[in-house]
């Protein structure tokens, strides 16, 4: 089943607490996303991962990090968060960039910094 | 700067009128451009998707119509139906590995 699960679904933060988001998938793609999604901007890339430990930055990487250690999982890392970084975060996966395949999104996360 | 723009904003139709989401582009590099469709809560799907080789790209009601001279795609969806009522996001990447970069959504309503 093609999948892309995305844990925690919701999250409650203070902020400077550290952050950590999951996201797996089952269809062994080489390519995985996350991007953050807000009010009227649309989605906007955070980072881009190749494959394990091939990570390259989106338009927006400024406060995040990932890990890529194992194919099927690509973690999403705020350390210290800030009240900005609510938002609701998808995790997508797609085989090899460059095919031109559109790529399937997690259900999310919905992140609040308080 | 907004590499994938969206008009409109927002768009409220009648049920079983013809509904046109439009999107444009800049980069030349583009070469493919999908459509997603994403209702409240939920995460983006994709609807259909279009590459540069086409014109027109069709399934079902939905039909995607690109002026590559242009840079200019549109949505057309027909029979509108109350269950059409989402958001709709236009893409678009390049086979040479440029990442899909996504307009800022059209959000559609569609009433009975």
């Known amino acids: 089943d093609m999948k892309v699960t995305q844990m925690p679904r919701y999250l409650i933060k203070r902020m400077g607490e550290n952050v950590l988001l999951e996201c797996g998938q089952d269809m062994s793609h080489e390519t995985m996303y996350w991007y953050r999604q807000d009010p009227g901007l649309g989605l906007q890339l955070i980072y881009i991962s190749y494959d394990v430990d091939s990570n390259s930055e989106g338009d927006i990487p400024k406060g995040y990090r990932v890990s890529r250690k194992k194919r099927e999982h690509f973690s999403l890392i705020l350390d210290s968060a800030k009240t900005n970084q609510t938002s609701v975060y998808f995790c997508a996966s797609s085989p090899l960039q460059g095919n031109n395949q559109a790529p399937l999104f997690g259900e999310g996360t919905r992140l609040s910094v308080l | 700067q907004q590499q994938v723009r969206q008009s409109p904003q927002s768009l409220t139709v009648w049920e079983g009128e013809t509904t046109i989401l439009n999107c444009s582009y800049e980069d030349s590099t583009f070469d493919y451009f999908p459509w997603y469709r994403q209702f409240p809560g939920k995460s983006p799907a994709l609807l259909i998707a279009?590459?540069?080789?086409?014109n027109k790209k069709e399934d079902g009601r939905f039909t995607i119509f690109f002026n590559k001279r242009e840079k200019k795609l549109s949505l057309h969806i027909t029979d509108s139906q109350p269950g059409d009522s989402a958001t709709y996001f236009c893409?678009?990447?390049?086979?040479?590995?440029?990442?899909?970069?996504f307009g800022t959504g059209t959000k559609l309503q569609v009433v009975p």
């Open positions: 279009i590459s540069l080789v086409s």
């Open positions: 893409a678009a990447s390049s086979n040479s590995g440029t990442y899909q970069r």
